[in-house]
């Protein structure tokens, strides 16, 4: 799993989860409680891992394309 701070109240979290015996890479945003737990939104995607590739690919073409100040990868 991989949280990544989009506001103070609330974070992003991409994970593989499962449903009806397939596996998704789930994209959702979470919100945060009293006690920082996450509670997961309706605000996100699940894809089949099959798309992942494309989903990147296209992240960073975008990115490159609209020149994103400050923008690279790890």
């Given amino acids: 799993m991989k ?24 994209i959702r945003v979470h919100g ?12 996100g995607v699940a894809l089949n891992p099959k798309f992942v590739p494309q989903l990147i690919e296209a992240l960073l073409e975008l ?4 020149e994103w100040e400050n923008f690279k990868t790890n």
Avoid: C, G, M, W
């Avoid at 506001?7 to 890479?25: A, H, L």
């Fill in 63 to 66: 990115a490159e394309e609209k």
């Fill in 32 to 43: 945060k409680n009293d006690n920082d737990d996450l509670i997961p939104t309706k605000k």
């Fill in 3 to 26: 949280i990544i701070e989009k506001n103070s109240r609330e974070v992003i979290v991409v994970q593989e989860s499962e449903y009806k015996d397939n596996t998704f890479v789930d």
